[in-house]
């Protein structure tokens, strides 16, 4: 008797990822070492980089370098559970990728730039997560 691929992954319990699967771990990985890296940046920079006069949500640098840090943390574990049960984890991508936006606008008078990349790529991931079809997932 032979057994193709369909069998020996109902026989195993373990469900091969689709590509829209794996694009979207991939990219909250990558978000979360960019949100890691700016959280690195500003611990290390903290006496150069200033907020404009006004911005009500005013950290010491070293506070915003480990609220970064502490949200890529956040991220890489949920980038880790879509790739390991991804049907399971969306809800928790979701929640943590809105995370990541609300930490990359309050960012956003330190290092514009990066904010806004960081923000399109978060807006990128849930677009993702929201939009896949896990009808292949769950078979």
């Given at each position: 008797?032979?057994?193709?691929?369909q069998?020996?992954?109902?026989?195993?319990?373990?469900?091969?990822?689709?590509?829209?699967?794996?694009a979207?771990?991939?990219?909250?990985?990558?978000?979360?070492i960019?949100t890691?890296?700016?959280?690195?940046?500003?611990?290390?920079?903290?006496?150069?980089?200033?907020?404009?006069?006004?911005?009500?949500?005013?950290?010491q640098?070293?506070?915003?370098?480990?609220?970064?840090?502490?949200?890529g943390?956040?991220?890489?574990?949920?980038?880790?559970?879509v790739?390991?049960?991804?049907?399971?984890a969306?809800?928790?991508?979701?929640?943590?990728?809105?995370?990541?936006?609300?930490?990359?606008?309050?960012?956003?008078?330190?290092?514009?730039?990066?904010?806004i990349?960081?923000?399109?790529l978060?807006?990128?991931?849930?677009?993702?997560?929201?939009?896949w079809?896990?009808?292949?997932?769950?078979?």
């Amino acid at each position: 008797m032979t057994m193709n691929s369909q069998d020996t992954e109902g026989a195993t319990a373990q469900v091969s990822p689709s590509g829209a699967t794996f694009a979207v771990g991939a990219l909250l990985l990558t978000s979360a070492i960019l949100t890691f890296l700016v959280g690195v940046f500003a611990l290390i920079t903290h006496e150069l980089v200033a907020s404009g006069p006004g911005y009500q949500y005013t950290f010491q640098m070293t506070g915003w370098g480990w609220v970064n840090i502490l949200t890529g943390l956040v991220l890489a574990v949920v980038a880790l559970v879509v790739f390991l049960n991804p049907v399971q984890a969306r809800v928790a991508a979701i929640a943590a990728t809105c995370l990541a936006i609300a930490v990359s606008f309050l960012w956003l008078p330190y290092y514009p730039p990066g904010a806004i990349v960081l923000i399109a790529l978060d807006i990128v991931v849930i677009w993702g997560v929201a939009t896949w079809n896990t009808s292949r997932e769950t078979a």
